[in-house]
């Protein structure tokens, strides 16, 4: 009996597999791929990414490609903004995604959107359709616009617009769709509380890590500080630059050989001004984030500002680094400070705590290990999602499968 179909719709390109939203839907449209037959439908933001050759892993039966320009999607923010539709939802907007989702749609048993920023276009349509929230954006928004103050960042602005709209939306959007997933449980509860109706149809699922593509290699000799992020989004700027300026000179102080080594996605300008700091380097985004953070001492994430589980964090434990981080980038994990890793949350004592598992290498070894440990228990790409794909699988089970009574393919619809 032929697999139903689902029809995937991503806003971002999902190759390379870097990043944690494209690593998030990769591993979980890979697990989907051993009960469906896959559809990706992406929006790209390039033309390499338009022309980039399809991958030969088996997940996608069919992908499809459309290309959305930045000036397109900053003209329809610039329009939405009179409005009550979020910016994130408008910034994505593209008549010609439309059009493919209308002629894909009928040929498919199901719908999953990534993010909200797809979601909108499949709100009315009839199929089986499930939502992969993530994060409560507005969760991480309204942090961001009470904890930046007086800031006169543009994204900033941005960000306290956005907040309030965002809140309402994330909450009605829900009503439309038969499940929705989000990353923590922190998040469910900021924007359902006590809301009985929706709590039912939200589902917490953690993210997880690759332990396969990210060996287990602790350094007794390591003395860099490895931080890995898109230094695209604010959040992964504020950490880099945090580092750069006020922790690194302190950790320098006392262990002068010591550098900051920024892995990720990063603007030009950005890079200059965190290379202008003593004792940085910025690779820029790489083809294989182990092998860049390989023989580094300590993994970081000072994380100040925003919400959402911190995939950096599982990495570093995967990878044996040692791990540093705030309260805030350890919401949605059990990992305990002091044993899987250590919590700090201002510039002295996060210093403190780096220079601690630089100069004391066998207990650095003692916590790497524990928290390979723990990713290995608890955050298995696998299982963290299952929960998800049994939910899709049970809805669609109750449902009378178009494909397998037409015998369509996706192509049959295509425009």
């Not at 929230?133 to 994204?155: H, K, Q």
């Not at 608890?378 to 499968?401: F, G, I, N, Y």
Request: hydrophobic share 45%; proline share 5%.
């Amino acid at each position: 009996m032929l697999r139903p179909r689902l029809l995937i719709l991503t806003p971002r390109y999902p190759y390379p597999v870097i990043g944690g939203d494209r690593l998030r839907i990769y591993y979980l449209c890979k697990v989907l791929a051993q009960h469906f037959r896959l559809t990706l439908l992406s929006l790209c933001e390039s033309e390499s990414e338009m022309c980039a050759p399809t991958p030969d892993d088996g997940v996608f039966e069919c992908i499809e490609r459309v290309y959305l320009s930045r000036t397109r999607s900053r003209l329809s923010a610039l329009v939405a903004l009179p409005s009550r539709t979020p910016l994130q939802v408008a910034y994505y907007w593209s008549p010609e995604f439309h059009r493919r989702i209308e002629a894909l749609a009928p040929a498919h048993d199901g719908l999953l959107a990534h993010l909200i920023r797809t979601g909108d276009a499949i709100r009315h349509l009839p199929q089986p359709k499930f939502l992969e929230m993530t994060d409560a954006i507005s969760l991480n928004y309204a942090r961001v616009s009470r904890e930046s103050g007086a800031a006169l960042d543009l994204r900033t602005q941005v960000y306290r617009v956005e907040a309030k709209r965002l809140e309402a939306y994330e909450r009605a959007v829900v009503d439309d769709f038969d499940y929705s997933f989000l990353v923590s449980d922190i998040d469910r509860q900021f924007l359902f509380g006590r809301d009985a109706a929706r709590l039912a149809k939200v589902m917490v699922c953690s993210n997880g890590v690759d332990l396969g593509g990210r060996p287990y290699r602790f350094e007794h000799a390591g003395r860099d500080v490895v931080f890995i992020g898109n230094m695209t989004t604010l959040q992964n700027l504020d950490m880099a630059t945090f580092m750069a300026t006020d922790v690194l000179p302190l950790v320098r102080a006392r262990q002068p050989q010591s550098r900051l080594r920024v892995i990720g996605r990063i603007r030009e300008g950005d890079a200059a001004a965190l290379l202008r700091h003593n004792g940085v380097d910025v690779t820029g985004e790489v083809p294989n984030v182990a092998a860049a953070a390989q023989g580094g001492g300590v993994g970081v994430c000072p994380m100040r500002l925003g919400a959402g589980v911190q995939n950096k964090v599982l990495e570093y434990m995967a990878l044996g680094l040692p791990t540093v981080t705030t309260a805030l980038g350890l919401e949605g994990f059990a990992a305990r400070d002091g044993h899987e890793l250590m919590v700090a949350n201002d510039a002295s004592a996060f210093a403190a705590a780096v220079l601690m598992l630089l100069e004391d290498r066998d207990a650095a070894q003692a916590m790497a290990a524990a928290g390979r440990r723990y990713v290995e228990d608890h955050h298995s790409w696998t299982a963290m999602l299952q929960p998800m794909v049994d939910a899709v699988v049970e809805r669609l089970c109750r449902t009378p499968l178009i494909s397998l009574r037409s015998g369509q393919s996706p192509g049959d619809h295509g425009g």
